[in-house]
């Protein structure tokens, strides 16, 4: 059944929408990932605009991942104080990140910086998320200590501005999440992302968070900061197409719930392993587009020879 999109102005399957939206749901609950990592690159590869990918795909992470946290907040798995501060510096960076798009959309390079943005973090988060998860496999198999990434957060102790973080069981400055909070904004503004893919990892390894606490916590504000860069890119640019909105929010919606079922199943190194070869297949997916197919240039250097 195929619809037309207005504002990306393409014709698009309803039902290959609603099935993306349902599988990056999943993802979603399973991960504590807002799923735009995943979701805007598959928007690419159908044929959306890459402009109007970002933008709309903010959308439906909202609706995926409150649908998500509800499930964490049943389970008191959220820290709503650590959200806070890490919401402060999402908005910061989100407000940043959007007017750095605009900037680079009014030039016409928009597309190109959100395709090499996804190729290189994709690539480095993957990779390092594939080797953590294989030690942490390896160690866990050994039945050896603790894993000696504790001994890396020396200096995050010594930062002044000191706050005690009761669910996460943390006693630490509020300036390092606010700065992941803020890296995290920008992305969510320039890539159509939650963020989830770098929150995740820099809350376990940088801040020092139980991976029991991350995945609610890093939903909850995924959803505030994705809702103010759509809002912002709504009223700027108007690349949010809302019938692709709502196509992908149905399906997110209802596979964010599967994924935070079948996520208590899973231990944490399965989940993690997981996500990695799926965050590299998607980079080396987009990085061979970008390197093989020029089709875009060939179809400029057409319309100059006329």
């Not at 609603?18 to 504590?32: A, D, K, P, Q, T």
């Not at 706050?163 to 995290?184: D, E, H, K, M, Q």
């Not at 297949?281 to 057409?302: H, N, R, T």
Request: glycine fraction near 12%; charge should be positive; charged fraction near 10%.
């Amino acid at each position: 059944m195929l619809i037309y999109l207005p504002i990306a102005e393409v014709s698009v399957n309803a039902f290959l929408l609603l099935g993306l939206g349902g599988l990056v749901g999943i993802l979603s609950g399973m991960f504590g990932v807002g799923g735009g990592f995943l979701m805007t690159p598959l928007l690419f590869f159908i044929g959306i605009p890459p402009a109007v990918a970002v933008a709309t795909e903010a959308n439906q992470i909202v609706a995926s991942s409150f649908s998500g946290v509800l499930a964490h907040f049943k389970r008191k798995t959220v820290d709503l104080k650590m959200g806070g501060v890490l919401l402060v510096g999402g908005l910061i960076g989100a407000a940043l990140g959007v007017q750095l798009f605009n900037a680079l959309r009014a030039i016409g390079q928009v597309d190109l910086l959100v395709k090499l943005s996804y190729v290189v973090f994709l690539g480095i988060i993957g990779a390092l998320m594939f080797v953590e998860s294989l030690n942490a496999i390896a160690k866990s198999r050994k039945a050896s200590g603790p894993p000696p990434r504790r001994h890396h957060r020396g200096w995050i102790h010594a930062l002044p501005f000191k706050t005690r973080f009761r669910t996460s069981g943390l006693y630490l400055s509020v300036i390092p999440p606010l700065l992941v909070g803020v890296a995290v904004g920008v992305l969510a503004a320039i890539m159509g992302v939650g963020g989830g893919f770098i929150m995740v990892p820099a809350m376990i390894y940088i801040l020092g968070m139980p991976t029991k606490v991350v995945v609610g916590t890093s939903l909850f504000q995924i959803i505030f900061v994705t809702a103010f860069s759509t809002l912002l890119h709504a009223t700027t640019n108007f690349t949010v197409d809302m019938v692709l909105a709502v196509l992908l929010l149905v399906g997110g919606v209802v596979g964010a719930q599967v994924g935070a079922r079948i996520g208590v199943y899973l231990k944490a190194e399965q989940l993690r392993i997981l996500l990695a070869i799926m965050v590299l297949a998607v980079c080396g997916k987009l990085a061979f587009d970008l390197l093989v197919q020029p089709a875009e240039l060939f179809s400029i250097g057409m319309e100059g020879s006329h």
